[in-house]
């Protein structure tokens, strides 16, 4: 609501009521301005709930929006909010943003955007004034600290270019939902270029971090509380372009059993020649306890350069994931890309397969494994080795000898394969030992000898019925 600088009027009473009452219907109705310096008050200008504006920067503005009702913005000017607790744009709780052009920038070092209600941002230019040192977000969607009882922050992002020079150009916190579509980000800053506590998507856009900082990367996904629904943790990609100096993604939890994860179904990711960290880093860090790795990569597609290279793994060229490869790691395993193993045999999921083997026969696992991933160490361990159905005692019916599988005794049994070299896949083997097939003679008859038989058996037939009946004439 707009409010008078002064009512030291030299009008009468009556007037100044009428020009006040005035000032505030206009600005309850859906009201179109271009905004100036001098419309704000205190550094503010401030949308009430109910009301709606339609603003235009045309110039440059030095002015905190604060908006609780419906606010449209665009223009070629520049809003800088002068306020060192403002940002230009504050979208609160229960608000509706729209940003289809403009310029925005954080010259205090505070964030430029924050929303905590729903925002699209179809269209702009988004900068922070810091430099390395500085810790804020350009943007902030969401709540900081132990917030509880909150509806999502939504943020869309169609377009719009994005400039940081500070920690991170984007900020999804708690209670943050936020969905990438398009956009331009280019990072400098001292750490990853978008960090997410919540739930984020992004399905396009182009993501350039040249930071050559050890947290210089595209995306940093987090959680520090488990089984909280507002710091989820989870990070979908479907497309987009990522390009970076360190690594594209660290996927890390902050408290145990907090378990962030990271699905990847498309997109590609390029390294730069300078790149010394990490692809995926699936890890988690305990504070106060040392390093204790955990978290969960997905990887379902997208393509990686050949100089993608993962921390303390052999580099795996041009990857292109055939299927799903999930990693879970624990201790001080890093993540790492690659295709999932497999088994020879009849595929149940990604993580079960059935096989057969015959009674008394050995094959070698090894045989049967495609490991995805070269020179890939596994251990396999028996997890069910009876058959009540088949047996009615204790019989064994496979035995494990190194790499060597048995059968023997007729019935099912279930072995586990854990893989290694830093990669914590597991594959269960159902197994069922059948008896051989009934042995083939060494020359068993053709169908053109039994036809011959048969022709010689019913000529001879017919030789002896001819002789009796030769007899009785005599």
Not at 104 to 130: H, L, P, S
């Amino acid at each position: 609501m707009w409010r008078l600088r002064t009512l030291d009027l030299q009008l009468p009473i009556l007037g100044s009521v009428f020009c006040v009452l005035f000032i505030t219907a206009f600005n309850a109705s859906a009201a179109s301005i271009t905004l100036t310096d001098s419309l704000c008050v205190d550094g503010i200008y401030r949308i009430n709930s109910g009301e709606s504006a339609t603003i235009t920067i045309n110039d440059n503005v030095t002015c905190a929006i604060e908006n609780y009702g419906t606010l449209t913005i665009s223009g070629s000017g520049t809003l800088t909010s002068g306020l060192a607790s403002k940002s230009a744009i504050n979208n609160y709780e229960g608000a509706t943003a729209t940003i289809n052009g403009g310029t925005y920038r954080d010259a205090r070092q505070y964030w430029a955007i924050m929303n905590q209600g729903t925002m699209t941002i179809n269209d702009g230019n988004f900068y922070d004034d810091g430099d390395a040192s500085t810790t804020n977000a350009m943007i902030q969607n969401g709540w900081d600290g132990a917030i509880t009882g909150k509806p999502n922050a939504v943020m869309t992002i169609n377009g719009g270019n994005f400039n940081s020079n500070g920690w991170y150009s984007l900020k999804n916190s708690n209670f943050g939902e936020v969905v990438i579509n398009n956009g331009t980000f280019q990072h400098s800053g001292a750490n990853y270029d978008i960090l997410n506590w919540n739930l984020m998507t992004i399905n396009g856009g182009t993501f350039n971090a040249e930071a050559n900082y050890q947290k210089g990367g595209v995306f940093y996904n987090t959680s520090e509380r488990a089984n909280d629904s507002s710091q989820q943790g989870k990070l979908i990609i479907t497309g987009g372009t990522f390009t970076n100096l360190k690594g594209n993604i660290g996927n890390q939890d902050r408290a145990n059993d907090a378990m962030p994860s990271t699905d990847i179904t498309g997109g590609d990711f390029y390294y730069r020649s300078a790149a010394t960290y990490a692809f995926l880093i699936a890890r988690t860090y305990i504070a106060g306890t040392g390093n204790v790795y955990h978290g969960t990569i997905q990887i379902c597609g997208g393509t990686y350069t050949s100089s993608s290279q993962i921390v303390n793994m052999t580099p795996i060229t041009n990857f292109i994931a055939s299927g799903c490869t999930r990693y879970e790691t624990t201790g001080s395993q890093k993540g790492a890309i690659g295709p999932l193993p497999t088994i020879d045999g009849d595929k149940v999921s990604d993580t079960e397969y059935d096989i057969e083997i015959t009674l008394d026969d050995t094959i070698a696992l090894a045989d049967i494994i495609n490991p995805g991933i070269a020179n890939l160490r596994y251990t396999p361990t028996i997890l069910e080795n009876t058959d009540p159905v088949m047996q009615d005692d204790n019989t064994e019916i496979i035995s494990l000898e190194g790499d060597n599988l048995t059968g023997l005794a007729l019935g099912k049994a279930k072995i586990q394969i854990a893989f290694r070299n830093n990669l914590s896949t597991v594959l269960t083997i159902n197994i069922t030992v059948k008896e051989a097939p009934a042995p083939v003679p060494d020359n068993p008859p053709t169908n053109t000898d039994s036809l011959v038989q048969l022709i010689a058996i019913s000529i001879l037939a017919t030789m002896g019925i001819g002789l009796v009946l030769l007899q009785k004439r005599r």
